[in-house]
């Protein structure tokens, strides 16, 4: 019902900033929850952000809470991840994925094939 494409990834200092988008074809796009997540090499997907459909309510894990900010544009079928103040650890491959309000990935059905984040220091 929806598939997800995700760009925007790169190299950036650390400190930096970077926006990621997530476009995702289908009708139905406003009735998902779009969830972020991410994963470094030799680690376990990792949860990073939640929003709901209607964009009004987003949830994040702790160690991104205050630098990362999840929007979306339901009139463009986007979801957008805006990481401010990035650091090292950040590096990653990040997904974004279409379901439930949730932050595990069991909960999502439909995933995107991932852009990498590398955040030199």
């Known amino acids: 019902q929806v598939q997800p494409v995700e760009s925007g990834g790169g190299l950036v200092q650390a400190g930096g900033s970077l926006r990621l988008s997530c476009a995702a074809s289908?009708?139905?796009?406003?009735?998902?929850?779009m969830g972020w997540f991410r994963q470094a090499p030799g680690k376990e997907r990792e949860f990073v952000g939640t929003i709901r459909r209607s964009g009004g309510t987003t949830a994040y894990a702790p160690s991104v809470k205050g630098r990362f900010t999840i929007s979306r544009d339901n009139a463009k079928n986007t979801v957008y991840l805006q990481m401010t103040g990035l650091k090292p650890e950040d590096t990653a491959v990040y997904y974004c994925?279409?379901?439930?309000?949730?932050?595990?990935?069991?909960?999502?059905?439909?995933w995107g094939q991932g852009t990498q984040v590398t955040v030199s220091s």
């Open positions: 994925a279409a379901g439930s309000y949730s932050a595990l990935p069991r909960d999502y059905p439909y």
């Open positions: 289908g009708r139905t796009f406003s009735n998902y929850a």
